[in-house]
Every structure is written in C-alpha cells, then in structure tokens.
C-alpha cells in the first residue's frame, strides 16, 4: 500500500535515512540490527516521531518492547519504522543524529535539552560547530547579536557532555 511502504526520517545533521514501514511483526527483520523508530500518523499523510532506538535484534527488540504500550495505548502511536544497520557504531551515530533531529517526546536520555546541547559523537560535533558558526556569522552580518557562545569562546553558554559524569543526568 502507498501509505504504508517507506518514509525518509531526517537527522540534525542533515542526512536523510528511508525507513521500512512494519505493520505486523511479519514486516520486521529478523535476522540484523538496527534502527527502529515509533510513529503516530494523522491524516494519513502527517507522521510524528515518538521514539527512536537501536538493536542488535530488530525483532527480538520490537515484539517485546516496553515502550511500545504507551505508545501505542497512550500517545497513538500506529505504526514502526525500521531501517537495518549492521554495525553498532553506525547504529549509535544514526540513533543520536536522528533523536536530535526529531526530538521524539518518549526519548529520556539522549534528547537535547536545549539547542546549546553538543553532540557525543566527534562527527556531529563538528557538524554542529560548523552550523552554529555559520548562523553566528550571518546573524552578526545582518546586524543581530549571535544567538550564543560558540565553543572556545571566553563566555561558554553551551552544554558539553563529554565534561560531565553520567551520575549527574540521573533524574532525582
């Protein structure tokens, strides 16, 4: 069915990744890991992140999932979207590029809390210097003060997580 074959999710880095629609579980992968992400379609046409993951196993992960009953029950979620990645390093970079991009509301951990929030990843990093860099230049062209401190700047206003331990991210 047209409605229900592929969608292009993209990142924050700009890279557009085409996902595979799964309806059933007969639709999942079994056999590699990757990227899996939950949506909830409107009006047939307008779909909406509501959680992106990564695994090892895509079906083992997604029968299971814990996450997939508030999706579904709560948030109306409809449908998964999976893409097979072998790797694990090219998973983690994809998954972190897309929950960025998309800012899914069931994502804890790695969404950004502000646009102040550097990447992990070295490759995103520098993407995202090179961006802010860019916005600052023509922002100061036009006559607008920068919107914040760029990294290396004397007054740094940006969260680098890299510099702090995971204990202080925890929610008390």
């Not at 059933?24 to 899996?36: E, M, Q």
């Not at 999932?65 to 508030?70: I, S, T």
Request: proline share 6%; hydrophobic share 35%; net charge positive.
């Amino acid at each position: 069915m047209f409605f229900y074959s592929k969608h292009t999710w993209t990142g924050e880095s700009g890279k557009a990744y085409t996902f595979k629609c799964a309806l059933t579980k007969h639709g999942i992968p079994n056999d590699s890991g990757g990227i899996y992400v939950f949506v909830r379609r409107r009006y047939a046409f307008f779909l909406e992140a509501l959680y992106v993951g990564k695994a090892a196993n895509l079906r083992g992960r997604l029968l299971g999932h814990e996450k997939w009953g508030k999706a579904w029950w709560i948030l109306g979620a409809t449908e998964r979207h999976v893409l097979r990645i072998q790797t694990e390093d090219e998973r983690r970079l994809i998954e972190e590029d897309l929950i960025r991009g998309l800012t899914p509301p069931m994502n804890d951990m790695q969404v950004p809390r502000s646009v102040n929030d550097a990447p992990t990843t070295p490759e995103l990093r520098r993407k995202w210097q090179f961006r802010r860099a860019t916005m600052n230049l023509l922002r100061r062209m036009v006559g607008m003060k920068p919107t914040n401190a760029l990294p290396g700047d004397e007054n740094k206003q940006y969260f680098d997580p890299t510099k702090h331990k995971p204990h202080e991210f925890a929610r008390h």
